[in-house]
């Protein structure tokens, strides 16, 4: 009867091992490492050629180098990254996206890698000179993103034109359709330098903090990406990555 009992312990202990181990499992679609981003998005994402490149493009690189996986960069809707990361389609998700409490509760997020801030982009001619004008002004955002959330909350739905990323919003801007858009100060900086005749307006929403987005149910992919980031953090290599992109002013 003793040997029993220990039997039986003992399998009890080798079951709860590998459960403990399973769990544990790190789970990637495809043996890759896939990644949804906005690819609209610069200078953390945006169109080279046939190639993605860009700030999270190349941190992203180095965290599935880290890790041991090939990197896959699937672009699409900003607006579809998190159902499609909460479903499992893609990994995890990487697009200067904002740790907000409301995202928090239907993933997870790594440990922030840079900063933002919301602001609004005008023609240089524009009689919207400080947010103070923005008033029944046309505003147009990205779907989805923080400066939307922002736009309508401070000026309701109704003036507030959607679109599915930032480059459509400008170009909405140039041809007159709205008469400012709301987004990330990094996105605004570049759109103004590669299109004549528009200027930035500063506001006073709050600083943000980009992260990637894992899934709730694959803690060890968050935590096998976080790791990661944190060393190319401490290393240097996404201040390089950054200072690559965005020169010192
Ligand atoms: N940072 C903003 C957000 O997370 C915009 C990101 C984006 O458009 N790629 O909502």
Redesign the pocket.
């Known amino acids: 009867m003793k040997k029993l009992v220990s039997i039986v312990l003992i399998a009890l202990l080798v079951l709860t091992v590998f459960a403990g181990c399973s769990q544990k499992q790190m789970t990637v679609q495809k043996g890759k490492l896939l990644m949804a981003t906005?690819a609209e998005?610069p200078p953390?994402?945006y169109h080279e050629g046939d190639a993605i490149v860009g700030i999270d493009a190349e941190v992203a690189a180095l965290i599935a180098e880290k890790i041991g996986l090939e990197l896959e960069i699937a672009d699409v809707d900003?607006d579809s990254i998190i159902p499609g990361v909460q479903s499992g389609k893609y990994d995890m998700g990487m697009?200067?996206?904002?740790v907000?409490d409301e995202r928090l509760q239907s993933i997870n997020f790594t440990d922030s890698y840079a900063t933002?801030v919301q602001v609004v982009i005008v023609k240089a001619d524009s009689d919207i000179k400080s947010i103070d004008d923005l008033e029944g002004k046309k505003i147009g955002v990205?779907q989805?993103?923080?400066?939307?959330i922002y736009a309508e909350d401070d000026y309701g739905s109704d003036a507030v034109t959607l679109y599915q990323?930032?480059a459509l919003a400008v170009e909405s801007l140039k041809s007159g359709k709205v008469d400012c858009v709301i987004?990330?100060n990094e996105?605004a900086k570049s759109y103004v330098k590669e299109n004549e005749g528009l200027a930035i307006l500063d506001t006073e929403y709050a600083n943000?903090n980009?992260a990637i987005c894992v899934s709730k149910e694959n803690d060890a992919l968050l935590k096998a990406v976080n790791d990661a980031l944190k060393e190319l953090i401490a290393d240097g290599s996404v201040q390089k990555i950054v200072d690559k992109y965005i020169p010192a002013e």
């Open positions: 906005n998005f953390y994402e900003f697009a200067g996206m904002t907000t933002a990205q989805g993103t923080t400066g939307h990323n930032g987004i990330d996105p943000e980009y």
